[in-house]
């Protein structure tokens, strides 16, 4: 199987076409560094997102911003919304602050992207 993908790694946009055999990543073509052949593999096999959402505060008017450290499992995304939504966060929170450790046992963290007093 073919498939044909853009490289999000930097404004150049190389595109690039990926041969897959028995669920292997058997070639990738069209890429101009390193960078574009490892994501053209993560995304044919693991593609993952970064989460980006935000919390609901009780009698707040403004939510809270928050996102994963580090691309999630596109295939699980509407699972880590689920997980996001039930965080109580004790305010004061501070950018960066951890959330909410290990989420759905991914080793993943969602952290808050913004200070919220
Ligand atoms: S393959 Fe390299 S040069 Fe091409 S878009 Fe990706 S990061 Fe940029």
Redesign the pocket.
């Known amino acids: 199987m073919k498939k044909d993908l853009i490289?999000i790694?930097?404004p150049?946009?190389?595109q690039m076409q990926v041969e897959i055999e028995n669920g292997e990543c058997r070639e990738v073509r069209g890429?101009?560094?390193p960078?574009?052949e490892s994501?053209a593999r993560q995304e044919c096999l693991h593609p993952a997102r970064m989460v980006t959402t935000s919390i609901l505060i009780p009698e707040r008017i403004l939510p809270l911003s928050v996102r994963t450290d580090r691309p999630f499992p596109k295939e699980r995304i509407h699972e880590c919304l689920e997980e996001i939504r039930k965080i109580k966060p004790q305010l004061p929170v501070k950018a960066g602050d951890v959330l909410l450790a290990n989420i759905l046992d991914t080793g993943i963290h969602i952290i808050a992207t913004r200070n919220y007093i």
Do not use: A, E, V
Request: with cysteine; aromatic share 8%; proline share 0%.
């Open positions: 490289c790694g930097c150049i946009g190389c890429h101009s560094c960078r574009g994501y």
